[in-house]
């Protein structure tokens, strides 16, 4: 279970983390690409943030995740500059590609009958 210390350096983790990434997809031109921090999780000794991210559209997310992960020392240190008042170590960041939108949207495709899996008469 997440202490309050946690759930609240996440929160702060979460808005910076959202504010630097729309800004370097801004400043990298990529047009039409929104990219959502949806949940961040840190470790109960507070060195590693999780960071689960929602792109869209979905079939850039690998392209987009792999850029991020190229860049996360640049994030860190962005990061630790805002939060240099709040946090006396910015944890390291491990970033991942939320899916869950994609995985609700099946399984709504799958209940309105477009590629319904049981039904094997399609």
């Not at 690409?33 to 060195?47: A, E, G, P, W």
């Not at 240099?84 to 799958?110: A, C, G, V, W």
């Amino acid at each position: 279970m997440e202490s309050n210390r946690q759930k609240k350096i996440s929160k702060i983790l979460q808005q910076d983390l959202a504010d630097i990434l729309q800004g370097a997809a801004r400043k990298g031109g990529l047009k039409g690409v929104i990219i959502s921090v949806s949940k961040v999780s840190v470790t109960t000794d507070l060195s590693i943030a999780k960071v689960h991210l929602s792109v869209f559209p979905s079939a850039k997310g690998e392209e987009i995740l792999a850029g991020i992960k190229t860049n996360t020392p640049l994030i860190k240190h962005e990061i630790s500059q805002r939060t240099k008042h709040q946090l006396r170590r910015t944890p390291n960041f491990m970033f991942f590609i939320d899916d869950s939108l994609d995985y609700i949207e099946k399984i709504d495709q799958s209940l309105k009958g477009v590629d319904n899996p049981i039904n094997p008469s399609k």
